[in-house]
């Protein structure tokens, strides 16, 4: 284990230096395998017209003020579901792209009016900073308290434009390459012992919840690969999965369904912001790990100009909502799709990823993880059809024109854009069987081309983040971490059942069967 190549061709996954920080595409030049006598003829071949598209006007309105917003956010949560509320609308205007209200709405967003994106050919304008600007819209058309972030707009939520984006970016760059190393050997221990637990739970219940064993397991990985320090050697304990879901409630209220009777839950998790001083110690508790875990990496903050403390606060909501939240919600999700495929797609993982650590002298290395393309097919297509993160916005810089399948829709500068990723990555007119899980979407020359309509780093899989961008800074790391999951489990196990359910962050997910390795 202790091999840990980050020579990652088609991910690119090699972690930005504190040399060199913005990211640079590689470039991989392949033999040419043809002599010059066994060149095809060129033959020249007039270039494709494409059909002019006609210049429609933005379907839609927002209704009423206030009475507007507050319906389209009944029939979002509960009237319709997310799913329904935009098909419904695609059927009534005929376009995927419209004008509608999105929640929170009264008396949290007072301006809930956007223009929604629902397909892939134009829901990319979200990424393209020269005509959208992404300040404070991270989650929406409202933004949490800063007394949630000890006071400062964390990166999240700062457009490029802004001088602290580059250098905090740069900063979570410094973080990931300066611990690399330490990915792999560190995600086989917590893992380990997330497995351990499981199979004890089902020996002595007959089934094992996944989802709060996973939490564990995620931040205490993410603690000792990117920080060096085991939580449960420290005053935090086991809690920091229990503090983070308090503060992550606190910022998310208006945009998630908790189960409460639909009059009440509306009225106190949607209507009014809960207030932040209610987790105030529990984000000092984290805070204060945080700051004691991460000396040489503020030491680095310091030298490049940020405080101590705004920096402390960046890896916080870095480590916490980012990373944390990402494998708190991908996991499950990712397992769930898998579950259900069954026995067969399980049997072809297992066989693929043993035979390629087999050969590699028992190693999980970067490199071996390259020569598994169902394994990486399987990580690319759950991200497609479920999307860790689902909204993208971004308000236009100017007027603009975007384009759709079948029209073109002048836009005004100021108007704010809407993306619900998930319409846009099942796009039937960019993916055949766009609402099939089919694990090996991604293999092939053909797979690898549809690459670029994977977006769930807010950018395409075929680009990198950079200081100049919104790209998700850790969008590597997030594949390296979910090819790792699949590895450590079918190392381990031949398969598994499942049973899925609903939490108000993706599936709930009970194991009621793991089939030990065979092989």
Not at 8 to 15: A, E, I, N
Not at 469 to 482: E, P, R, T
């Amino acid at each position: 284990m202790a091999s840990t190549s980050l020579a990652l061709p088609s991910l690119k996954l090699q972690f930005p230096s504190s040399k060199n920080l913005s990211s640079k595409r590689v470039v991989v030049q392949r033999p040419i395998q043809a002599s010059v006598s066994e060149r095809p003829p060129f033959i020249s071949s007039p270039p494709v017209k494409q059909p002019k598209l006609p210049t429609r006007k933005v379907p839609g309105d927002y209704g009423l003020p206030l009475v507007g917003p507050w319906k389209d956010r009944l029939d979002y949560f509960y009237n319709q579901g997310k799913n329904e509320f935009f098909k419904s609308r695609i059927q009534k205007h005929q376009s995927t792209v419209f004008r509608t209200n999105m929640p929170p709405g009264p008396f949290i967003s007072f301006n809930p009016n956007v223009v929604v994106l629902l397909d892939g050919k134009s829901f990319p304008v979200l990424f393209d900073v020269s005509k959208v600007e992404k300040k404070d819209l991270f989650t929406g058309t409202f933004m949490p308290s800063t007394d949630l972030t000890g006071g400062y707009r964390v990166l999240s939520y700062l457009d490029p434009s802004e001088p602290s984006h580059a250098k905090l970016k740069k900063l979570m760059f410094y973080l990931l390459s300066s611990r690399r190393h330490e990915v792999i050997p560190e995600f086989h221990n917590s893992y380990s012992e997330l497995f351990e637990t499981l199979e004890n739970e089902l020996a002595t219940k007959g089934k094992a919840g996944l989802n709060a064993a996973n939490d564990q397991a995620a931040f205490n990985f993410l603690a000792r690969s990117l920080f060096g320090v085991n939580p449960l050697d420290t005053k935090l304990g086991a809690d920091g999965p229990k503090l983070i879901g308090k503060w992550v409630l606190f910022q998310l209220h208006p945009l998630l369904i908790l189960g409460l009777p639909k009059v009440l839950e509306d009225l106190v998790m949607h209507t009014f912001r809960l207030p932040p001083t209610l987790v105030k110690k529990d984000y000092q508790r984290l805070y204060n790990f945080f700051y004691e875990s991460s000396t040489s990496v503020l030491d680095e903050a310091e030298n490049t100009g940020i405080s101590r403390e705004e920096a402390c606060h960046n890896l916080l909501f870095a480590t916490c909502f980012n990373s944390f939240g990402g494998m708190k919600i991908f996991f499950p999700n990712m397992l769930k799709w898998i579950g259900r495929a069954g026995a067969k797609l399980h049997n072809q993982l297992a066989q693929e990823i043993r035979s390629v650590i087999l050969s590699n002298d028992g190693k999980v290395t970067m490199s071996a993880m390259e020569k598994m393309p169902l394994m990486k097919s399987v990580v690319y297509e759950s991200l497609r059809i479920e999307p860790p993160v689902a909204s993208q916005y971004g308000r236009a810089k100017k007027d603009i024109v975007i384009e759709s399948h079948d029209a073109l829709f002048e836009i005004k500068e100021g108007e704010l854009l809407y993306g619900f990723q998930p319409f846009a990555t099942k796009d039937p007119k960019i993916f055949d069987r766009a609402e099939e899980f089919v694990p090996d979407r991604f293999i092939g020359n053909s797979g690898v081309k549809l690459l670029k309509h994977v977006l769930w780093s807010n950018g395409p899989e075929t680009e990198n983040p950079s200081a100049n961008n919104k790209q998700c800074a850790g969008k590597d790391f997030v594949v390296l971490v979910s090819r790792l999951l699949l590895v450590e489990l079918f190392l381990r196990y031949d398969s598994f059942e499942i049973e899925v359910g609903q939490s108000p962050l993706g599936a709930a997910i009970t194991l009621t069967s793991l089939k030990r390795a065979s092989f």
